[in-house]
């Protein structure tokens, strides 16, 4: 037979185990595919809203909520800029779906876009520089064009 104090023990351990699995199922529920198979935006403040959407891959959306906001705001500005980063980035490498044509002029737009609100920004300089190039090498016209 178990000792009072190990009985405690156990029973406090059950008890927390018991509550870290709860707490995980509640957890995977929040997020559940809507009817287009998405996972729904978390309720929260505006910053989680947008990375959990960059996350996602749902750029779009993103940048839509983005968009509601004040520009001017420098919190509102740096989420622009990394969101246009992130979208850029994901169309150079990872958008097997949409057509070469179509993803790197995107792609620049993107970057554009960055360098508008960051003109620093290193990374958006390298992509730029690295499509541009690959269109020269290709005796093509450079796309034109910032994204919203």
């Not at 709860?22 to 947008?50: F, T």
Request: proline share 5%.
């Amino acid at each position: 037979m178990l000792q009072p104090s190990k009985l405690t023990k156990v029973f406090a351990t059950l008890i927390f185990l018991l509550t870290i699995m709860s707490a995980c199922s509640d957890a995977g529920s929040q997020n559940q595919p809507d009817a287009a198979g998405q996972n729904a935006v978390p309720d929260g403040p505006l910053v989680m809203q947008v990375q959990f959407l960059v996350d996602e891959d749902r750029y779009e959306e993103a940048l839509g909520k983005l968009r509601q906001e004040d520009a001017a705001d420098p919190e509102i500005m740096v989420l622009l800029r990394d969101t246009h980063l992130h979208f850029g980035t994901w169309l150079m490498y990872h958008a097997e779906t949409i057509h070469m044509t179509e993803r790197m002029p995107m792609a620049l737009s993107h970057f554009r876009r960055v360098l508008e609100l960051d003109p620093q920004n290193r990374q958006a300089q390298a992509n730029i520089r690295q499509i541009e190039d690959i269109y020269r090498s290709m005796n093509r016209d450079i796309p034109q064009g910032v994204a919203e």
